[in-house]
């Protein structure tokens, strides 16, 4: 099932397979897919990128707010390391992507995979990709704090 694009949420990268992987509820949840992109609430001249787990009801995608149960968040965050580490080369390419291999990778979880790939089904992505590159770029000293925290402790955790 394809993410909508045509939301406030402009979705950038995308899992749209993430029902796959989604814990215990692994292809049954109504979690859909995952997204990183420009958030709904900016404002004109400020940029800000939102994580956003994408729920259908059965009859229509649902706006309604969830509390994410800690895999959720896991797999946020690997997807956000590996938005974080595709853009440190994205500015190799004209669009910051390739139109014709927008895959990103292909992570193994569950016996499965979460796919990550640029969204191209965005109209507006050619644009989108480079607010969100730099809003990336901008946000680098506050994510890489945060990532710094995560790696410490899941070194002293032993991972």
């Known amino acids: 099932m394809k993410i909508p694009t045509t939301l406030k949420h402009k979705p950038v990268i995308v899992s749209e397979n993430y029902e796959n992987v989604d814990g215990r509820s692994a292809y049954h949840s109504d979690a859909k897919g995952l997204s990183l992109g420009l958030a ?3 404002d ?8 956003k787990v994408w729920r259908y009801t059965g009859e229509k995608w649902s706006r309604q707010s969830e509390e994410l149960p800690l895999h959720r968040a896991i797999d946020l965050a690997i997807l956000i390391c590996r938005a974080k580490l595709y853009f440190r080369e994205a500015y190799r390419y004209e669009k910051f992507y390739d139109p ?20 191209t089904d965005n109209p507006m992505i050619d644009e989108d990709i480079k607010l969100f590159s730099q809003a ?3 946000d680098d000293e506050l994510l890489g704090e945060r990532l710094a925290v995560l790696s410490r402790i899941l070194k002293e955790m032993g991972y």
Request: negative net charge; hydrophobic residues 40%.
């Open 44 to 51: 004109r001249g400020k940029v800000d990128i939102s994580a």
């Open 100 to 119: 014709q291999h927008a895959d990103i990778d292909r992570i193994g979880l569950q016996g499965d995979a979460m796919d990550v790939s640029v969204c």
């Open 136 to 138: 990336l770029s901008d």
């Open 40 to 42: 709904q609430w900016n």
